[in-house]
């Protein structure tokens, strides 16, 4: 089992940047793959970004292709989410997630393991 806590949030103008981190316990952290999601008020949660155990396969929604990278450090048991560029439409609860499977799901019910979320504003 793995805990997850996000850190790294914040009040942001549009255009600016905020790197948040979900930090993990536990010695297996880098044979999960881990996975970023967002949820808006009265929307759903969506996927954001995920990136397998190695960091090399990455993927994210289209809305933050360009703007967005997601990166780990095994040595740490961290994985980063870097938003740059941000709009007002990236405000939302951020939430890190954690999978055993042995490929990258971009959906909800394929990860075990959830942190409490980061709230991320961004005001235009």
């Known amino acids: 089992q793995v805990q997850l806590v996000e850190s790294g949030g914040g009040l942001v103008q549009a255009g600016g940047s905020l790197r948040l981190s979900c930090a993990a316990n536990?010695?297996?952290?880098?044979?999960?793959?881990m996975a970023w999601f967002r949820q808006a008020p009265g929307k759903e949660r969506e996927f954001v970004a995920a990136?397998?155990?190695?960091?090399?396969?990455?993927y994210y929604t289209d809305s933050v292709k360009g703007r967005f990278t997601i990166s780990r450090d095994n040595a740490k048991n961290t994985v980063y989410l870097q938003m740059n560029s941000l709009k007002p439409e990236d405000t939302a609860i951020y939430y890190c997630?954690?999978?055993?499977?042995?490929?990258?799901?971009?959906?909800?019910?394929?990860?075990?393991?959830w942190g409490q979320g980061t709230q991320v504003i961004v005001s235009s």
């Open positions: 997630a954690a999978s055993r499977l042995g490929y990258v799901s971009t959906s909800m019910t394929q990860y075990e393991y």
């Open positions: 990136l397998d155990w190695s960091g090399s396969s990455t």
């Open positions: 536990g010695r297996t952290f880098g044979s999960y793959r």
